[in-house]
């Protein structure tokens, strides 16, 4: 076994309570690291099937003419990124009024004349899906002879960019402090393990060692540590998943649509690994070697 891998398994043996606690808290800080993601992943997720369902409706005013409606279709779709738009008579709407009232049909029963206006439901591409370009595409539309009113879940929009840039802000703060946090964890560690070992460092140092020799067996701790961590997380997600996520997603019907990205949880480990040795380099770089 090469001596400072040995020397550093040694060493993680010797000083275990410590290491212990340090693979705790790092698991702990991967942990959190992890669900925040996931949480803006599958934010994200949502975000993205928004355009899918939303949509912009504009009424026509009544009488207007067969060649007069295609007009307004044409300016319609020239009038931004607009990805389709759907053509609902009169008729047709009064129809499907009805078919969404087929309990309590007697509420349009007894009308005389059909009060509803022909309407567009305008779909937007991807990337118009955004408040102010959904405002501003509504207020161009409005300005259109012969469309009467427009509508579109304006407060509902603004409540989802409002939720999505929040927690981006909230998750990226959470995330960056975590990782700090973590790297932190392992500088400590690797430092206090340091100075333990001062006087048997003095003897390497004074049979000629070199910095790079001294300092392996703490960067294999510090990466042992960090490693061990990330594993330690993985498996309490995936404890987490099989013992409480996969019953309410069998229960409730809400949690099926949210996504349980296990290729990110797959790199806990990896990542764990990384900060592990970040945290150790970054103690050693600080560290004066006389």
């Keep these: ?8 398994l040694q060493s993680l043996w010797r000083e275990k309570w ?3 606690l340090s693979m705790l808290t790092i698991a702990m800080g991967l942990l959190v690291i992890s669900l925040v993601f996931s949480s803006l992943y599958n934010v994200g997720l949502f975000t993205r099937t928004l355009p899918e369902k939303f949509f912009i409706v504009a009424y026509l005013k009544d009488g207007l003419a067969e060649n007069e409606i295609q007009k307004i279709v044409a300016s319609i779709k020239a009038s931004g990124p607009v ?3 759907t053509y609902i008579s009169k ?3 009064l129809r499907e009024l009805k078919q969404s009232l087929k309990d309590a ?3 349009v029963g007894g009308l005389d004349e059909n009060p509803l206006n022909t309407l567009f439901p305008v ?3 991807r990337e118009a899906v955004g408040p102010e370009k959904v405002k501003e595409l509504a207020g161009s539309l409005r300005k259109m002879n012969g469309i009467d009113d427009v509508q579109y879940g304006e407060k509902f929009l603004l409540s989802i960019d409002s939720v999505r840039t929040g927690m981006e802000t909230i998750g990226l703060i959470l995330m960056t402090v975590m990782i700090s946090g973590v790297i932190f964890i392992c500088y400590s560690t690797v ?8 006087e048997e460092i003095e003897t390497l140092k004074l049979l000629g060692a070199t910095k ?8 294999i701790e510090g990466s042992v540590i960090g490693m061990a961590g990330g594993i330690l997380s993985f498996a309490i997600a995936l404890a987490f998943y099989f013992s409480v996520f996969s019953k309410l997603s069998a229960t409730v019907p809400l949690m099926k649509t949210v996504v349980f990205p296990f290729d990110m949880f797959l790199l806990l480990p990896a990542v764990g690994l990384f900060l592990g040795v970040t945290g150790s380099l970054i103690a050693l770089g600080r560290i004066r070697f006389e």
Excluded at 212 to 219: L, M
């Design 105 to 107: 049909e007697y509420i």
């Design 191 to 198: 430092k206090i393990l340091f100075y333990r070992r001062k």
């Design 212 to 219: 790079t020799f001294i300092r392996t067996p703490f960067v």
């Design 1 to 8: 076994m090469p001596y400072p891998l040995k020397i550093a």
């Design 123 to 125: 779909s937007l591409k």
């Design 18 to 20: 410590i290491n212990l």
């Design 83 to 85: 990805e389709k738009v």
């Design 91 to 93: 008729d047709e709407a």
